[in-house]
């Protein structure tokens, strides 16, 4: 029986002189200098060495030296591993305690003895030959692991072949832009076409509708009550005119039809329509029920109409009017992942995001189609189905008014008026529905030091100089204030240039988040900051100075110079910051300058102001975001944060206002729809008179033109 340490090193010499048992695959020498480097070669060489001649020096008998091994042949090398281990079992020497219960023929043999020199050489060799045979990339595996690894490594790919990631924002083309001069003199030239006749129509409905409400308080007239033919004929001639003055609410429905668009204007010119078929089957067909058209219903549906359109018309041009006063604006506001921008002014885009669809239009085009399709089917219904082939055009009028209620023409007409002419007065202008619901989408502002501390609200009450000249410590604080970009540069401007003092050429600029920057001006490192900031940076300070927003000036970490700063709070300011706050935009202060800070802020405004105060590296960011110029979606003519909030402000209450219109107007068209098909489903046309519906569509418009109104008060 071999002992322990012989059967060791049998092992140790049969896993292909690297570790790994021969069941697994051998390793190449290049795969093991690059799992660890070259540099370690020599290293793992050695380690090898020393590990079989210790077990060879061990596993000799004691008293005998070690003899030299002899290195295998080529041919021994050829051989299979099975005929290795029989070589090797023959020539292994006895030992002096054979084994009393094991079966010799099962246990292994010591090997024959070989030297390092030669182990090393022959698997060199062995590699060399393997290498020059074998594939050149193999799969990678550890160095005295006894799994594969998996291969990690991939291939290059080239950079048109690499799919761009799905969720990438497209980016936005600017079409073809007219002069806003001549688009504000188009919009005023609509706005008086569709303006005009909505007087004329509403005198005419309002005729056709008084007779209804005397004979409902029970008056008896001549000539009306009673006698069906002669309400059909005056009901019609007062359809007829109203449509000829409406005749624009045909010609947008026609024109938006051709679009594939359903629209409001389009219901209610079909309904005028069934409403005048229904008025000549009065008068034709004797089969017909005798009840009141509905046409007094279409004359109002139609008025409505146009006084929506019209209303939108006004917006429009309040807009473009606003916008061609400067052909240069100072500043627009754009969005940003975090919330509404102010950046630099330009024009290109404005036009583009104005004439985009607002959100009524589009919800239109998807819901109303049902409408239409459900109105013609509870028609059929309700006569057809019930055997009155005669009612069709009846209660397709009755239920197609219900259906195209008047408060869907006034969802985006009357708050955007409102809007366009609250921000004319305030000198801004916002891209119609497009650029307010995106500039108002995240409900935050970014707000910089101009914005809460405009030109004229910062002054230096003191300047105290220790042991240095005025005018260089002038030059260092302008040079940083200038690095940094705050609103302290228009300060230490007026300073330097009373001083009659230069800029200095600075090198490595930082910003600190405890409040206060560095810079290298002629090899010497300059701070300016708050005490604190001073504090902290090892800068020793008189005990003699309170200064809540003071800076202070330390050159080579020895205090310099100390300026009090005072901060004056601006009424517009103010009045804009309690305006955001009544409607829930939140700012996000992206100041540089180290004293604006939320106590700041809460000391100089109403204590209930609240800001997001980001991290350094965000309010730097944000701020840098103010010299980009992103897509326009407002335009401001004006300095100051009262036109920039104002905006954005407007811009939230408008998309709130159209969207819940829009929501209670379809609800009531849901609800007019079903409730008319079951009235005149069941026969029951006292119920659904066309004063009575009359009154029902005007009770669901009342909200929607208090909504509308609310848009501009704020």
Known sequence: MASKEEKSLYDTLNEDRTGVPPAEETFSLEEILAEYGGGRERKILEDVERQVAQELGESAPAGEPSQPAQVPSEQDTAEEPEQKRESCAENA??????????????????????????????????????????????????????????????????????????????????????????????????????????????????????????????????????????????????????????????????????????????LASLAALAAMGDCVAALLLPSRTAVTPYAAVSCWALTFAMWGGSRSSRGDWEMFRTVSLDDD??????????????????????????????????????????????????????????????????????????????????????????????????????????????????????LTDADLFPPGTMQLNGVKVFGEELPKAASYAATLARCAGSGLHRLFD??????????????????????????????????????????????????????????????????????????????????????????????????RDPNITPALLKRKFHKGVKVEYPDLTTRVALSEAEQDRGMPRALLLREGLLPYASTVVGSRRLCRAVRRASVLSFFSSAAGLLLSFYLVFSGAYDLISPLALLVFLLLWTAPVLLMGDWTGRY
């Not at 594939?135 to 690499?162: A, D, N």
């Not at 007065?425 to 995106?438: I, L, M, N, P, Q």
Request: charged fraction near 25%.
């Open 93 to 266: 020497p006895e030992t002096s305690a054979p084994p009393p219960t094991v079966d010799r023929e099962d246990l292994p043999r010591a090997p024959h003895p070989i030297s390092m020199e030669e182990v090393v050489s022959h698997t060199v060799d062995e590699v060399m030959e393997e290498q020059a045979a074998g594939p050149l990339l193999r799969p990678r595996r550890g160095l005295f692991s006894r799994k594969k690894l998996e291969e990690t490594e991939e291939l290059y790919q080239r950079p048109e072949t690499v799919p761009e990631p799905e969720d990438k924002p497209e980016e936005e083309t600017i079409g073809p832009e007219e002069p806003f001069d001549e688009a504000a003199a188009e919009c005023r030239a609509e706005y008086r076409r569709w303006r005009s006749p909505v007087l004329a129509s509403g005198l005419i409905s309002l005729v056709a509708t008084a007779p209804l409400a005397a004979e409902a308080y029970g008056w008896t007239l001549p000539l009306w009550t009673g006698d069906l033919r002669l309400q059909s004929i005056f009901l019609l001639l007062c359809l007829a005119a109203v449509a000829l003055l409406c005749r624009r609410v045909f010609a947008r429905g026609c024109v938006l039809l051709s679009e594939k668009r359903c629209s409001c204007e389009l």
């Open 329 to 446: 604006p100072p500043y627009l506001v754009t969005e940003t992942e975090r919330g509404a921008c102010k950046q630099k002014g330009t024009i290109p885009g404005f036009y583009t995001t104005a004439q985009r669809p607002d959100m009524v239009r589009v919800w239109q085009s998807v819901l109303l189609p049902v409408v239409l399709v459900a109105s013609v089917v509870f028609a059929g219904l309700s006569s057809l189905g019930r055997g009155r082939g005669g009612d069709f055009l009846l209660n397709w009028s009755a239920i197609l008014s219900a259906g195209a209620t008047f408060a869907l023409p006034l969802c985006w007409g009357i708050p955007w008026s409102r809007l366009a002419r609250h921000l004319q007065k305030a000198g801004c202008a916002v891209a119609g529905w497009s650029g307010a619901e995106r500039i108002s989408r995240r409900r935050a502002m970014i």
């Open 494 to 591: 007026g300073l330097l240039r009373s001083e009659c003092g230069r800029y200095e050429e600075a090198d490595d600029f930082s910003f600190y988040e405890e409040g206060g920057y560095s810079v290298n001006i002629h090899g010497e490192t300059v701070l300016l900051g708050t005490a604190s900031f001073m504090r902290k940076m090892e800068v020793r300070m008189p005990g003699n100075i309170h200064l809540k927003t003071g800076l202070f000036l330390a050159v080579d970490h020895q205090l310099t110079a100390a300026f009090a700063v005072k901060y004056n709070a601006s009424e517009n300011v103010d009045y804009a910051l309690r305006m955001m706050k009544r409607s829930r935009i939140t700012p996000i202060l992206a100041a």
